[in-house]
């Protein structure tokens, strides 16, 4: 007994709720009582046996039998039965000579027929006359279907007005009735394309630390369709990430950077704006990124130290960054696209510095603005340098005569470089390599002298000086005077100007010391350079020196000039020197030593200082945002990260536009996708466009004109008015393309997926032919239009030679028949438009939403599924064949349907009771199982096949019409078993195959 109630009333405690094709009583089908059931064959044989029980008079008057005979010829000759009526029907069929009194007899019959079937209806007439009389309900009328459309201009083609009411073709339906959409609104069909997708995160990680992901383009690891915004990246494993870090910070742009070789150490200070909070002083040089743009792309730094500093000694923050570079790396050379990608163009060498998202850093430079930016660079060891000497230019790669072959005093070496002296020098070394120097030079010059009284080897070695001097507009600067040789000659001599050097010599006139950010390295020295060169002058010894020790002959310089005398004199005497003359032998004197360098290098260190924004500064600071960097000034503030708005971005570059002009999106919404408990609503999306300075200008609510996604929930078209200002030439973003963006703060989860983004659409709506209503589209309103249908314009243009339908027709509703008007009756009798009971809510939601095929109704549960006395959850499965489904799997609806459920629900429940709309959670199942294919069959094409079908034997609503979608339902390894093995390209299994989940 216990058993017989619970199977009769189960399924009031267990429901698994109900679809659209449970909810017709049976009662209420029109064949469900029938007055007269009687058949064609019932009624030929109620007038058999009528005929057996009337006697036949022949024209005697004598009974001669009964009128049986009248219908023998209708009769089974085997079992003299009548026929049943399908087989009665066709032997009628088979013949044309039947006889004249039994064709009369069945022709009555058919015509009785009519009679009956009118009688047969009374009960529908009478639910008719009831619901729709007596009671005042009338049936639906019919409503038109909606299409999205895609036009296409031809190539070269001038833009094309389309008026709302234009045409198009799509073909006839099943009885041959024309088929035609009319356009909604008015729409100018245009070349623009969508052309760059971009994408933009921000997430928060398990330290609580934003950090930022960005996407080009849709991904195929993001399956069929993508994530309109893009999705949080941390809770991905490597292999599904689809977003990358985004590159954040600041560069610097400044001709000081020209460094092409040697060792390099760069010291950058960045003085900041007092912050509204206090800086924490720290190091965090292993959260920074720091490169360079190298002759062969990005150049990452050496080593890096960094450190924020809570006070510069003026009372205010600063940021403290030195990086080094190796003499083996490449030069740095000025930003170009081809090798450092696409960015602003600044034409000097770039410092960029990048924040890792994983440090965490982010949030602690967040805010922190620029005021003046200080840079120094140290180099040792340049050797690319113009040489040049009174007899003309040198090669600095081999032995270099300093002053010439007869060196002279005020003898000239010209050392020149664009790098080194077209910078603010703040110091400089010259190394001096000698080629084969005296070891003595007072030794080696003994005999030029006729008495070294008061010389040492020291003194005079000390004797041989220059001078360096600076070219600066054209005229030299005296820097330092200093001994050519090394205390011991053969060593290197380093000559050195140090910082005060360089402000002596410019101290003494009104000419300030800058830098020459354009200067090009010169080819040679000439009269008409005005930078780029010091000069080594040969300033000692002089003849006043050596005086009073060389009174014959006169020395200066190196000799060369007393040489040949001095020689002449030391010859006469030597020839006139006898032994025993009691003077001292004389002495030939030795070739004089013409100064020549084995090599050459210097190095220097110079300075620039710039404030961000000057538009007099050949420096800049740009600062580096998710896509590409901009320059610092009045539209940007000079921030060391960049102020990144939102929680999640949608980048649009469209091509081929001409601002201003309308611009009408299709974007096709794989509905029921948005995972996030905070769903995106209409108004939650802010759009702007990129304007002048790349900065984003926020477009008024009056510029999107129609929004029909309801918050990116369901496939719809967005109208947007592109104003003027918006441009085409940016650093940030790839130039050449309109950039709009729609922003959020909510979470990009909150989006539904999108399959595409197209320009150029439009919604069309189902338009009745001449002389046709919409009770004649019925057939079609009942299946839709498949999507691809729509090719073309009712009247042919040029212009547009295609026009494109992605997706079926929707919305549309057949005029309400009988069944479906006393099923509503019905339902509505019952639960009076009060929401009270599981039975109320199911069927009130199937029926205001038919695109819904299925709800079950959870008492005393809210929307997480957890117990709560007074809430009820609704979980809603769409219909697979009314809505555009990408994961036929996995069916969910949009959550703007669940919001509009919920709505319609609340206005008919208790006060007291709170309804949610919840989508339905599916269980995944895999199966994995050993299978021997039948002999001859390919394995790799049959296990594609077999995968198949598998999927439509375990969910067999996902791929026919009217299967249902059961809750909790259970699969047995048994049943799989029996499927795999039915197949009839699967080699039974003669083992214990073991298929497992």
């Known amino acids: 007994m216990t058993t017989d109630l619970f199977r009769r009333y189960g399924n009031l405690l267990r429901s698994d709720g109900t679809n659209q094709l449970q909810r017709l009583l049976p009662a209420l089908e029109g064949d469900y009582i029938v007055p007269d059931e009687r058949s064609f064959s019932d009624l030929v044989e109620y007038a058999r046996n009528v005929a057996a029980e009337i006697r036949y008079y022949d024209l005697s008057g004598q009974s001669t039998g009964d009128w049986t005979p009248f219908v023998e010829l209708l009769l089974d000759p085997a079992s003299n039965q009548l026929l049943p009526t399908p087989r009665l029907e066709s032997v009628l069929d088979a013949r044309a000579d039947w006889p004249p009194h039994l064709v009369l007899f069945l022709a009555f019959v058919k015509q009785f027929q009519h009679l009956q079937s009118d009688l047969n209806q009374l009960t529908q007439k009478h639910l008719r006359y009831y619901y729709e009389t007596v009671l005042g309900l009338q049936p639906r009328a019919a409503s038109p279907d909606d299409v999205h459309v895609v036009f296409e201009l031809a190539k070269n083609a001038e833009p094309t007005l389309l008026k709302a009411g234009t045409l198009l073709d799509a073909g006839k339906d099943a009885n041959g009735h024309p088929l035609a959409y009319a356009t909604q609104n008015e729409l100018v069909v245009s070349a623009a394309a969508v052309s760059g997708i971009e994408r933009l995160v921000m997430e928060l990680d398990r330290r609580g630390n934003r950090r930022f992901f960005i996407a080009e383009g849709f991904t195929d690891i993001e399956g069929p369709s993508k994530f309109m915004f893009g999705r949080g990246q941390l809770d991905l494993d490597a292999s599904q990430r689809f977003m990358t870090e985004a590159p954040l910070g600041f560069a610097v742009a400044a001709p000081i950077l020209n460094l092409a070789e040697g060792n390099r150490t760069i010291t950058l200070l960045a003085h900041l704006a007092a912050p509204p909070s206090p800086v924490v002083e720290q190091s965090f040089e292993n959260a920074l990124e720091v490169t360079l743009t190298g002759a062969r792309g990005w150049l990452p730094a050496d080593q890096v130290q960094a450190s924020l500093m809570a006070d510069d000694g003026s009372g205010k923050p600063a940021l403290s960054l030195t990086a080094t570079i190796s003499a083996a790396a490449p030069a740095l050379v000025a930003f170009d696209p081809a090798l450092h990608g696409s960015g602003a163009a600044v034409g000097r060498p770039l410092l960029r510095c990048l924040i890792k998202g994983e440090s965490g850093i982010y949030d602690v430079l967040d805010g922190l603005v620029v005021e003046s930016v200080d840079l120094s660079v140290a180099v040792t060891g340049v050797h690319a340098l113009v040489v040049q000497n009174p007899d003309g230019r040198l090669n600095s790669g081999q032995p270099m005569p300093l002053f010439g072959g007869q060196p002279q005093i005020g003898g000239e070496f010209y050392i020149g470089s664009a790098e080194v002296f077209g910078k603010r020098l703040t110091s400089l070394d010259l190394h001096l390599e000698w080629k084969s120097p005296p070891e003595d030079f007072l030794d080696r010059y003994y005999s030029y002298f006729d008495n070294v009284g008061g010389l040492t080897a020291a003194s005079f070695q000390n004797l041989f000086v220059a001078n360096l001097d600076l070219l600066y507009g054209g005229s030299f600067r005296g820097l330092v005077t200093q001994p050519l040789f090394a205390p011991f000659p053969t060593d290197s001599r380093t000559m050195s100007a140090a910082a005060s050097a360089f402000t002596s010599a410019f101290a003494r006139t009104s000419t300030p010391y800058l830098e020459q950010a354009d200067l090009e390295q010169p080819e040679a020295f000439t009269a008409g350079s ?202 940030t973003l790839r130039s050449g393309l309109v950039w709009l963006r729609a922003l959020i703060e909510g979470a990009p989860e909150g989006a539904s997926k999108t399959v595409d983004v197209t320009p150029n659409a439009a919604l069309a709506r189902l338009q009745p032919r001449a002389g046709l209503t919409l009770e004649d589209y019925e057939q079609h309103l009942l299946t839709g239009l498949p999507a691809n249908t729509i090719a073309r314009l009712v009247q042919r243009n040029a212009n547009i030679p295609r026009v494109r339908q992605p997706n079926p027709s929707f919305a549309g509703r057949v005029h309400e028949g009988d069944p479906e008007y006393f099923r509503r009756s019905s339902e509505r009798l019952r639960h009076r438009n009060r929401a009270v009971t599981a039975w109320d809510l199911e069927r009130l939601v199937l029926e205001a939403f038919p695109e819904v095929f299925k709800v079950k109704c959870l008492p005393h549960t809210d929307a997480d599924g957890a117990f709560k006395a007074g809430d009820a959850a609704l979980v809603v499965v769409p219909n697979l064949r009314s809505a555009v489904v990408i994961n036929v799997l996995e069916p969910r609806a949009s959550a703007v349907l669940l919001e509009e459920i919920e709505a319609h629900v609340a206005g008919m429940a208790s006060s007291f009771a709170t309804v949610h709309a919840i989508q339905p959670v599916f269980e995944r199942l895999r199966v994995e199982a050993d299978v021997v294919f039948s002999p001859g069959r390919d394995p790799g094409y049959y296990a594609s096949v077999l995968n198949e079908d598998l999927k439509r034997f375990l969910s067999p609503w996902a791929y026919e019409s009217g299967e249902d979608i059961v809750f909790g339902a259970r699969i047995y390894r048994s049943e799989i078993l029996a499927f795999i093995e039915g197949r009839d390209y699967v080699e039974p299994s003669r083992g214990q195959p073991s298929p497992t989940w």
């Open 530 to 731: 005005q930078y780029g060169f010091v000069r080594m002058v040969l300033a000692g010894p002089a003849r006043s020196d050596l005086a009073g020790n060389a009174t014959s002959v006169p020395f200066e310089a190196f000799g060369h000039g007393a040489f040949p005398r001095r020689y002449a004199n030391q010859a006469i005497a030597l020839s006139q020197w006898t032994v025993g003359s009691g003077t001292t032998k004389p002495q030939l004197p030795s070739e004089p030593y013409t100064p020549v360098l084995k090599s050459l290098t210097l190095d220097y260190s110079a300075t620039s200082s710039f404030v961000p924004g000057d538009v007099e500064s050949h420096a800049s600071m740009l600062i580096a945002g998710p896509f590409g960097a901009t320059r610092s000034g009045a539209r940007a503030a000079a921030r060391l990260v960049p102020q990144v708005e939102g929680q999640a971005a949608l980048y649009l570059g469209i091509e081929h536009m001409q601002a201003p002009a309308n611009l009408s999106l299709l974007f096709q919404i794989d509905v029921g996708t948005a995972t996030s408990a905070q769903v995106l609503k209409p108004g939650d999306t802010t759009w702007s466009y990129l304007g002048a300075g790349d900065a984003w200008q926020a477009l008024a609510s009056s510029g999107v004109l129609s929004d029909s996604t309801e918050g990116f929930q369901k496939p719809g078209v967005i109208t947007i008015a592109v104003p003027r200002e918006a441009t085409l030439e940016h650093d």
